[in-house]
């Protein structure tokens, strides 16, 4: 039988950055996609590709942030880890910073365009199937405790697109995960562990209950 490939395609929540850190990484029995590579089993392999910063779409002027645009280097990583049975993104919390000046709505439109109307349509080279696509709502960043980066407002914004990434997946036929309930640790945009471990027992009931 063959395994069923997941992709988990997004920022350092994905990654596994330990909130408060200078970029240290939580280990395998704690970040996520392995944890919810555990509760799949053997069926199924899981694929991580977060990235530090990476956003929707927006480009970063400062030095030491290039290649963080995630809509540029989709492409090459669905070719590369094709063929794919799903792709879990979790992806928009870097574009709440203010250097990017982004509404709630934007952030939307950067998710449908470029992603909700891309990755379902993209057809494997190697078999006759298309990747399914399901989309989480990121956590709230809490712009008490979080860089001055993300500035106020932050959190009221992050808090809108819950019902925003909804109304993306229904019109795009994806399916949609909300973890805006999730606990963030004391940097106010990372996952705690805990969050880690509901976020993958919430993929995981998810998953049993798609189609793959």
Known sequence: MNKKRILCYGDSNIWGWIPGTEAE??????RFPQVLQRLLGMDFEIIEEGLASRTLVSEY?????????GSTSLMPCLILHDPLDLVILLLG????????????????????????????QTKSKIRDSYPKLLI??????????????????????NKQLGKIYSEVAERNNCNFLDASELAVGIDGVHLTPESHGKLAEMLYQKIKSMNL
């Not at 989480?136 to 914004?157: F, H, M, N, W």
């Open 25 to 30: 990484r939580f280990s395998e029995e704690i």
């Open 61 to 69: 002027q400062r030095p030491g942030k290039e290649g963080r645009n």
């Open 93 to 120: 919390t870097n574009e709440l910073k203010k250097e990017f000046n982004n509404t709630a709505e934007q952030i939307g439109e950067f998710l449908e365009n470029y992603y909700a109307k891309v990755i379902p």
């Open 136 to 157: 989480i709502a990121p956590a709230v960043v809490d712009e008490q405790l979080a860089s001055p980066r993300y500035g106020t407002g932050s959190t009221e914004k």
